[in-house]
């Protein structure tokens, strides 16, 4: 595999590849060089027979907290048309693991926040270690949803309960009674049982594997999710473009103590 400078991926004998998100320091933070490799990797693979499931999984502590808010904001002010431009980018990124034909996998431990947690829930299945955190803070400072999978996954009531409030502590436990995980497993095992699903997934048929998730995805398109979802991004752009006190006092102190200092003024009110 060609060597990349924010992800690691690895191919098993059998078919599975392993994509590593590997910004461990700022906790796998989504930027744009991340998600130019692992949409690299996942378009170039994904069209090889010999590939037959795919697992994200996250170096370090996290999975990832979600887009990266520094490189956001270096990049200063921007028109309703970057706007666009950047939110697109980042739906496609996400949507790229439910529109796969092949099986994904996401392997979910530490914090899995914002767009962390909709990139886990675009994969087919959700393996999650016990101490993942799961939570979608965007209204706590002004932000919107890039793509809301969300209510498609545990519901309107979960899903509100979740958006609205800006919760960003929810359990893995609690992740998995709702169905946004397939099922948790012991602190450390989140990747051993994500390879022991992607196993039993490419022991089947690939013809009638592929298939079988092409119409699951299509049941949800009939139901009309995917103009629900393009809808959302025209939503979050209007978000994005309002500015609004919460976000401008957010970006202030970002800017002026950093991010570190922005979060916690976020989490103390």
Not at 5 to 24: F, Q
Not at 109 to 134: K, N, P, R, T
Not at 212 to 239: C, P, Q
């Amino acid at each position: 595999m060609t060597e990349y400078e924010t992800v690691r991926a690895e191919i098993s004998d059998d078919g599975i590849v392993h994509i590593i998100l590997n910004r461990p320091r700022v906790l796998n933070a989504i930027n744009s060089v991340l998600m130019r490799e692992v949409t690299e990797i996942t378009a170039t693979l994904q069209k090889d027979p010999a590939i037959r499931c795919f697992i994200i999984s996250g170096e370090g502590r996290a999975f990832s907290a979600g887009f990266d808010l520094k490189e956001s904001a270096a990049a200063g002010e921007r028109t309703v048309s970057d706007w666009r431009k950047v939110l697109e980018a980042d739906f496609e990124f996400i949507m790229q693991f439910w529109d796969c034909p092949k099986p994904t996998i996401s392997a979910v431990h530490g914090h899995c926040i914002g767009g962390g947690l909709e990139l886990a829930a675009a994969c087919d299945i959700s393996v999650a270690a016990e101490d993942a955190v799961f939570g979608e803070p965007e209204v706590r400072f002004g932000s919107g949803i890039v793509a809301m999978v969300l209510p498609w996954m545990v519901g309107p009531k979960h899903a509100k309960d979740i958006l609205l409030t800006g919760n960003d502590q929810m359990s893995a436990a609690r992740a998995a009674q709702i169905g946004l995980v397939t099922e948790t497993v012991a602190a450390g095992r989140h990747v051993e049982r994500a390879f022991e699903k992607a196993r039993e997934i490419v022991a089947g048929a690939p013809l009638s594997v592929e298939l079988t998730k092409r119409a699951i995805n299509r049941s949800y398109d009939i139901r009309g999710m995917r103009n629900a979802l393009l809808a959302a991004v025209e939503t979050d752009i209007v978000i994005e473009t309002s500015g609004g006190p919460e976000r401008t006092e957010f970006n202030r102190i970002r800017r002026e103590k950093g991010l570190k200092a922005a979060i916690h003024w976020r989490n103390s009110r």
